[in-house]
């Protein structure tokens, strides 16, 4: 089966997001990103630098997994979660929008949510996958 330019960009992104926040190889991480890399993020400083600086001051133990990933021309969504964010910490749930141009991620949007334990779930299902997190990693 012949491959799509939409696909080729979620398996780039995917593996840019895998880099960066899992692998923490920032050398690598910058092929990924442009360098007039555009943040609209409230909680990230603009550009590849704010990103990259907000992740090297992260937890060793911060992980990202991802769901889901949908493409609809130059802009992906991915349903994701961040996990290890710290002690006491409860882990983000994230639709993260980005925009590719040329090959690399050149903007991004987010919406976070902080995940939900079994507890404090009034729907009763989890936000990610199908099971609820441990209690430990969510207070």
Do not use: C
């Not at 050398?27 to 600086?53: C, M, N, V």
């Not at 133990?61 to 996990?83: C, P």
């Not at 334990?117 to 199908?130: C, N, Q, V, Y």
Request: proline share 7%; aromatic share 10%.
């Amino acid at each position: 089966m012949k491959s799509t330019l939409k696909d080729n960009n979620k398996a780039m992104v995917l593996e840019a997001f895998d880099t960066l926040f899992n692998r923490r190889n920032y050398a690598a991480a910058e092929k990924f990103w442009s360098p007039k890399y555009i943040q609209h993020s409230a909680h990230i400083p603009q550009g590849r630098d704010g990103l990259f600086d907000l992740v090297k001051n992260s937890p060793p133990t911060l992980k990202y997994e991802n769901r889901l990933i949908v493409a609809n021309g130059d802009f992906l969504m991915l349903h994701g979660r961040f996990s290890g964010l710290g002690p006491g910490v409860p882990n983000w749930i994230v639709v993260d929008i980005v925009r590719v141009e040329n090959g690399v991620l050149a903007e991004h949007w987010d919406v976070i949510q902080d995940e939900a334990t079994r507890a404090t779930s009034k729907s009763g299902l989890p936000m990610f996958g199908k099971e609820f997190p441990p209690e430990e990693i969510v207070p």
